[in-house]
């Protein structure tokens, strides 16, 4: 059986590994919950957008919101990435692993003053704009700021980009980005409003896109803008096309990296755009499949209707699932020749959405370890303190090395920072 994040995450004999380790042995080491990930998989995800465009004027942002953990960002800033982010709290983030602000990109649909102010002054790359309204409020705190921001838009080239209607961004009706047809109106707002200085475009049509077709459209319709917009005498410098490459969960086959960005870069190129600085924000397809959500099986719950495998990994730990009926993979750390059953693997944590996966058939018993596959991205960004439940340590992986990424949450952690009333508070 192969499995997401092969050959990284694969089984030796009855041992399930992540690259040289043990992954029952990292959970003994570490303790449960525990996220584990992969190094080599995550560059080797990375190497895939290198490859296609190595030799051009280029740079992947990676969407730092798919996973944050420090010691992933700097993995990636050692390996020469820019990063995509989305609040202040990011940002801070990507600087605190001493990331230069001039390779960062600031995507979102509402930033505040006070981040637009603070990005200014150390200085990002770009601000991606998404409304009128947020070009005006930029050109008053940069002005203000005695700064020029470099912007670009947003623009929402209204393509379905077939996937979760949650997770779906580049179509008319949600609140993503400019409108096709607005964007040339927008374009000559910007330039000349005082503090900001246009310097690129960019569109996100969605994520965990397996197929091609939505980005191809989606760069015809952004090429076409550009076009109009230059004849309007604005250059527009990079083109920015997003993230949004799909990772395999169960069966589907999305592209890979390499084949959908030359085949983008073979469009751009044929319709004499190949000049410009072209740019990616990947998320998921750099670290979807290069980590882990280990646990620990607390209890076989054997019913009439339905047989429960209780975990000590709960929604609180992985909202996908809960929040997106998303299905993860569940395997068992190490295989057993018992026979299996069929179960629905769920957390502590008193809800009914509260599971994992459902209708998983499994060999395992109570102290065993469970593997969730595929827990690289938007799994520990996502986790929430919900039941008062300390968030997960993590590890990453490289070789047979391993290294503690972050601490365990301890319970004093979780109410730090608030207040009882006073004594006099009647
Ligand atoms: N750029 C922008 C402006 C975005 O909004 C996103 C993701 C990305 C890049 C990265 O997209 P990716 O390559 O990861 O698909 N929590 C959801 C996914 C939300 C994606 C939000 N935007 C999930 O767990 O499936």
């Given at each position: 059986?192969?499995?997401?994040?092969?050959?990284?995450?694969?089984?030796?004999?009855?041992?399930?590994?992540?690259?040289?380790?043990?992954?029952?042995?990292?959970?003994?080491?570490?303790?449960?919950?525990?996220?584990?990930?992969?190094?080599?998989?995550?560059?080797?995800?990375?190497?895939?957008?290198?490859?296609?465009?190595?030799?051009?004027?280029?740079?992947?942002?990676?969407?730092?919101?798919?996973?944050?953990?420090?010691?992933?960002?700097?993995?990636?800033?050692?390996?020469?990435?820019?990063?995509?982010?989305?609040?202040?709290?990011?940002?801070?983030?990507?600087?605190?692993?001493?990331?230069?602000?001039?390779?960062?990109?600031?995507?979102?649909?509402?930033?505040?003053?006070?981040?637009?102010?603070?990005?200014?002054?150390?200085?990002?790359?770009?601000?991606?704009?998404?409304?009128?309204?947020?070009?005006?409020?930029?050109?008053?705190?940069?002005?203000?700021?005695?700064?020029?921001?470099?912007?670009?838009?947003?623009?929402?080239?209204?393509?379905?980009?077939?996937?979760?209607?949650?997770?779906?961004?580049?179509?008319?009706?949600?609140?993503?980005g400019i409108a096709h047809q607005d964007a040339l109106a927008n374009y000559q707002r910007a330039a000349g409003l005082p503090g900001l200085h246009?310097?690129?475009?960019?569109?996100?049509?969605?994520?965990?896109?397996?197929?091609?077709?939505?980005?191809?459209?989606?760069?015809?319709?952004?090429?076409?803008?550009?076009?109009?917009?230059?004849?309007?005498?604005?250059?527009?410098?990079?083109?920015?096309?997003?993230?949004?490459?799909?990772?395999?969960?169960?069966?589907?086959?999305?592209?890979?990296?390499?084949?959908?960005?030359?085949?983008?870069?073979?469009?751009?190129?044929?319709?004499?755009?190949?000049?410009?600085?072209?740019?990616?924000?990947?998320?998921?397809?750099?670290?979807?499949?290069?980590?882990?959500?280990?646990?620990?099986?607390?209890?076989?719950?054997?019913?009439?209707?339905?047989?429960?495998?209780?975990?000590?990994?709960?929604?609180?730990?992985?909202?996908?699932?809960?929040?997106?009926?998303?299905?993860?993979?569940?395997?068992?750390?190490?295989?057993?020749?018992?026979?299996?059953?069929?179960?629905?693997?769920?957390?502590?944590?008193?809800?009914?959405?509260?599971?994992?996966?459902?209708?998983?058939?499994?060999?395992?018993?109570?102290?065993?370890?469970?593997?969730?596959?595929?827990?690289?991205?938007?799994?520990?960004?996502?986790?929430?303190?919900?039941?008062?439940?300390?968030?997960?340590?993590?590890?990453?992986?490289?070789?047979?090395?391993?290294?503690?990424?972050?601490?365990?949450?301890?319970?004093?952690?979780?109410?730090?920072?608030?207040?009882?009333?006073?004594?006099?508070?009647?």
């Amino acid at each position: 059986m192969t499995l997401p994040g092969a050959p990284h995450i694969a089984y030796r004999g009855d041992d399930l590994f992540i690259e040289d380790r043990r992954v029952a042995e990292l959970a003994r080491a570490h303790g449960t919950p525990l996220y584990a990930y992969s190094r080599a998989a995550m560059l080797a995800a990375l190497a895939s957008y290198q490859r296609a465009l190595a030799g051009r004027d280029h740079l992947i942002c990676y969407a730092m919101k798919a996973n944050s953990s420090l010691a992933v960002l700097q993995t990636f800033a050692q390996a020469g990435c820019g990063f995509d982010i989305v609040s202040g709290g990011e940002l801070e983030r990507v600087l605190a692993c001493g990331v230069p602000a001039s390779k960062v990109v600031f995507s979102g649909v509402g930033k505040t003053r006070a981040e637009m102010r603070r990005a200014l002054e150390v200085g990002v790359m770009c601000f991606n704009v998404e409304s009128e309204a947020e070009l005006e409020v930029l050109s008053q705190v940069a002005s203000a700021a005695g700064r020029i921001a470099r912007v670009s838009l947003r623009v929402n080239p209204d393509v379905d980009a077939g996937t979760h209607p949650y997770i779906s961004t580049g179509l008319k009706g949600n609140k993503f980005g400019i409108a096709h047809q607005d964007a040339l109106a927008n374009y000559q707002r910007a330039a000349g409003l005082p503090g900001l200085h246009v310097v690129g475009i960019d569109c996100h049509i969605g994520s965990q896109i397996t197929d091609a077709g939505p980005y191809l459209d989606a760069l015809d319709r952004l090429l076409e803008l550009i076009e109009t917009i230059e004849a309007h005498g604005i250059p527009i410098h990079h083109l920015d096309l997003g993230g949004g490459l799909g990772i395999t969960y169960t069966d589907e086959a999305p592209p890979s990296a390499e084949a959908l960005v030359t085949s983008l870069l073979a469009r751009i190129d044929a319709r004499g755009h190949g000049h410009r600085r072209i740019m990616f924000e990947p998320g998921r397809s750099l670290v979807g499949n290069a980590g882990v959500l280990v646990s620990e099986v607390l209890y076989v719950k054997p019913g009439e209707q339905r047989n429960f495998c209780i975990v000590d990994a709960a929604m609180n730990d992985l909202m996908r699932p809960a929040m997106y009926q998303a299905w993860m993979r569940i395997v068992a750390c190490r295989r057993r020749d018992d026979p299996t059953m069929i179960f629905d693997v769920v957390g502590p944590v008193c809800e009914s959405g509260d599971w994992l996966g459902k209708d998983r058939a499994l060999a395992v018993r109570a102290g065993d370890c469970v593997a969730v596959l595929s827990a690289g991205a938007y799994s520990m960004t996502m986790a929430s303190n919900y039941n008062t439940r300390g968030r997960a340590a993590e590890v990453m992986v490289s070789g047979d090395r391993v290294w503690l990424i972050r601490d365990r949450e301890q319970p004093s952690e979780l109410f730090r920072g608030e207040h009882l009333l006073p004594a006099n508070a009647g």
